[in-house]
């Protein structure tokens, strides 16, 4: 196994005396796309926002490529932009238009005005026509795919998405879920929550089941959804199902 | 016309109607009321004198020609000044604690005086203390005044609209890699502004009306003018007139004000 791209050692958090990550571990390798499913305040959210270092960690690291940036004080600027994030709420820019909104951190981080690298983005993920529109004049599913254009513009190594389909009408969510595939095409390595159960078994190389803070199993997609060894990992399937 | 429309449309009429009659039975109770009052003769000759409602009127436009330039210069440094101390109090830094601390003073001392008071003190005061032309001047020290308690109105309005970007907005900002400076200043900023121009109408409105407070330190703006002319005539109509030129201003400017809000809110819900 190549070196991981990420990786976190016993990564704990805690809101208020509520622990809500319990001593998580975990590796990802460079091209790999991990689904983490569990039930809604298993910790996945939280779990996402301490790897780019949104959320600080109280206790363990969070290595990217060798490098801890879970050490407080670590100057996390540069890092962000090696790991894009994109959110269940699309958080667009409602002040700028949907090119506005990508072109911002390439100009003001990078240096760079990127207008052919951004305009191909828009064009491959079907929305050249859209770019001059404001977040208030696309569809949902629009907005989402303006929103991982965005991430996708500062050029990371990795992506993490976090229910990034949930607040979507359904008839929407196939065409950002289309946008994850190509990603994934692409070799982009990728950790993606979601409650897309079959997607993730479509395209995941790994699954993890989170449950109340820790990874309560794991495994290739076939083996979580066909032959669940925990009876948790087995009631929350059935709860899903349903 | 669907029957519901047809209801609505009846029940709108029947509205009007009401409040039609109604305002004319008070209009006319004023008009023939107040005339039997036993002052209303003496009131009428020195405070709605046509005549003389007439000839002041050109000269009081001209003074307050002198308000609006007062206003005109005072509102880029109110903004500028506000936004400074807006930030100021806003900032994380350990190292600019100072800061933070002078922006909460600033607010609490200046939002806390009357500006009536702030234009006698600054306006006589400094100039008191004997300084050489063009320094001693009523129009650098009354501006200065209202800059102050202007200011920290309007930083209190701009920190509110910065605080009212939701958070989402900031993390989104910061993932990118963006720093904290240009996240205010190209994500939080342009959204909070824009999120409180209604109340900065209606700061702008009650500024357009304390300028007048500089009559009171030497400006011959125009209530001052209303002020020589009442000396003059022996007649109270210069004051009747300045209230309309002020009116003129102030009444559009509010609804406008208004207009905007109710726009924001219905974009909001
Ligand atoms: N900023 C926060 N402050 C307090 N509690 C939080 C915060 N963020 C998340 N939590 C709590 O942490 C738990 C896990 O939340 P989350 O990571 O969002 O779970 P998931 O994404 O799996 O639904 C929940 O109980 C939630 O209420
Ligand atoms: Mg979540």
């Given at each position: 196994?190549?070196?991981?791209?990420?990786?976190?050692r016993?990564?704990t958090?805690?809101?208020?005396?509520?622990?809500?990550?319990?001593?998580?571990?975990?590796d990802?390798?460079?091209?790999?796309?991990?689904?983490?499913?569990?039930?809604?305040?298993?910790?996945?959210?939280?779990?996402?926002?301490?790897?780019?270092?949104?959320?600080?960690v109280?206790?363990?690291?969070?290595?990217?490529?060798?490098?801890?940036?879970?050490?407080?004080?670590?100057?996390?600027g540069?890092?962000?932009?090696?790991?894009?994030?994109?959110?269940?709420?699309?958080?667009?820019f409602?002040?700028?238009?949907?090119?506005?909104?990508?072109?911002?951190?390439?100009?003001?981080?990078?240096?760079?005005?990127?207008?052919?690298?951004?305009?191909?983005?828009?064009?491959r993920?079907g929305?050249?026509?859209?770019?001059?529109?404001?977040?208030?004049?696309?569809?949902?599913?629009?907005?989402?795919?303006?929103?991982?254009?965005?991430?996708?513009?500062?050029?990371?190594?990795?992506?993490?998405?976090?229910?990034?389909?949930?607040?979507?009408?359904?008839?929407?969510?196939?065409?950002?879920?289309?946008?994850?595939?190509?990603?994934?095409?692409?070799?982009?390595?990728?950790v993606?929550?979601?409650?897309?159960?079959?997607?993730?078994?479509?395209?995941?190389?790994?699954?993890?089941?989170?449950?109340?803070?820790?990874?309560?199993?794991?495994?290739?997609?076939?083996?979580?959804?066909?032959?669940?060894q925990?009876?948790?990992?087995?009631?929350?399937?059935?709860?899903?199902?349903? | 016309m669907?029957?519901?429309?047809?209801?609505?449309?009846?029940?709108?009429?029947?509205?009007?109607?009401?409040?039609?009659?109604?305002?004319?039975?008070?209009?006319?109770?004023v008009?023939?009321?107040?005339?039997?009052?036993?002052?209303?003769?003496?009131?009428?000759?020195?405070?709605?004198?046509?005549?003389?409602?007439?000839?002041?009127f050109?000269?009081?436009?001209?003074?307050?020609?002198?308000?609006?330039?007062?206003?005109?210069?005072?509102?880029?440094?109110?903004?500028?000044?506000?936004?400074?101390?807006?930030?100021?109090?806003?900032?994380?830094?350990?190292?600019?604690?100072?800061?933070?601390?002078?922006?909460?003073?600033?607010?609490?001392?200046?939002?806390?005086?009357?500006?009536?008071?702030?234009?006698?003190?600054?306006?006589?005061?400094?100039?008191g203390?004997?300084?050489?032309?063009?320094?001693?001047?009523?129009?650098i020290?009354?501006?200065?005044?209202?800059?102050?308690?202007?200011?920290?109105?309007?930083?209190?309005?701009?920190?509110?609209?910065?605080e009212?970007?939701?958070?989402?907005?900031?993390?989104?900002?910061?993932?990118?890699?963006?720093?904290?400076?240009?996240?205010?200043?190209?994500?939080?900023?342009?959204?909070?502004?824009?999120?409180?121009?209604?109340?900065?109408?209606?700061?702008?409105?009650?500024?357009?009306?304390?300028?007048?407070?500089?009559?009171?330190?030497?400006?011959?703006?125009?209530?001052?003018?209303?002020?020589?002319?009442?000396?003059?005539?022996?007649?109270?109509?210069?004051?009747?007139?300045?209230?309309?030129?002020?009116l003129?201003?102030?009444?559009?400017?509010?609804?406008?004000?208004?207009?905007?809000?109710n726009?924001?809110r219905?974009?909001?819900?």
């Amino acid at each position: 196994m190549p070196d991981p791209r990420l990786s976190l050692r016993g990564v704990t958090k805690s809101f208020d005396d509520v622990q809500v990550l319990r001593g998580i571990d975990m590796d990802i390798a460079p091209g790999e796309m991990v689904c983490l499913i569990g039930a809604s305040g298993s910790g996945k959210s939280t779990l996402l926002r301490c790897m780019n270092g949104l959320e600080p960690v109280d206790d363990g690291e969070v290595l990217l490529d060798g490098v801890d940036i879970a050490e407080p004080g670590f100057d996390l600027g540069p890092i962000r932009q090696r790991i894009g994030i994109v959110f269940q709420s699309f958080n667009l820019f409602p002040h700028m238009t949907a090119y506005d909104n990508v072109a911002l951190a390439p100009r003001r981080v990078l240096g760079e005005e990127a207008r052919e690298r951004i305009e191909a983005l828009f064009a491959r993920f079907g929305l050249a026509d859209h770019m001059r529109k404001y977040p208030d004049q696309l569809s949902g599913g629009q907005q989402q795919r303006v929103a991982v254009i965005r991430a996708l513009a500062m050029r990371p190594q990795t992506m993490l998405l976090d229910e990034i389909t949930s607040a979507l009408d359904p008839e929407l969510v196939g065409e950002v879920l289309d946008v994850l595939r190509r990603l994934r095409d692409d070799g982009m390595t990728m950790v993606l929550a979601t409650h897309e159960m079959s997607f993730a078994r479509e395209v995941a190389d790994r699954v993890v089941f989170m449950d109340q803070g820790v990874v309560a199993e794991e495994g290739t997609p076939e083996r979580i959804f066909s032959d669940p060894q925990r009876a948790r990992t087995q009631q929350f399937l059935r709860s899903v199902a349903r | 016309m669907t029957r519901r429309a047809a209801y609505e449309a009846q029940q709108k009429r029947r509205a009007n109607m009401i409040a039609g009659v109604s305002t004319m039975i008070v209009l006319a109770l004023v008009i023939v009321l107040v005339p039997l009052a036993p002052g209303w003769e003496a009131v009428r000759a020195s405070f709605f004198n046509g005549e003389v409602f007439v000839r002041v009127f050109p000269d009081l436009l001209r003074a307050f020609m002198l308000d609006v330039a007062i206003f005109a210069w005072s509102v880029p440094m109110i903004f500028a000044l506000g936004l400074a101390i807006a930030l100021a109090r806003g900032n994380a830094n350990p190292a600019l604690f100072p800061l933070r601390i002078f922006g909460a003073v600033y607010v609490d001392l200046f939002r806390g005086i009357p500006v009536v008071l702030l234009v006698y003190l600054v306006g006589f005061g400094i100039p008191g203390l004997g300084l050489p032309r063009p320094w001693n001047s009523p129009y650098i020290w009354g501006t200065v005044a209202l800059v102050l308690t202007y200011s920290a109105y309007v930083a209190e309005v701009l920190r509110s609209g910065i605080e009212s970007i939701h958070a989402s907005q900031r993390n989104a900002a910061i993932c990118l890699g963006l720093s904290e400076r240009d996240t205010m200043r190209y994500v939080i900023l342009p959204q909070a502004i824009r999120r409180v121009v209604p109340a900065n109408m209606n700061m702008l409105v009650a500024l357009q009306k304390d300028v007048a407070l500089l009559s009171f330190i030497g400006p011959v703006e125009i209530l001052r003018q209303a002020g020589i002319f009442k000396s003059l005539l022996a007649n109270f109509t210069p004051y009747v007139a300045a209230a309309v030129i002020f009116l003129c201003v102030t009444v559009p400017a509010t609804r406008y004000a208004d207009y905007l809000l109710n726009k924001d809110r219905d974009a909001r819900s």
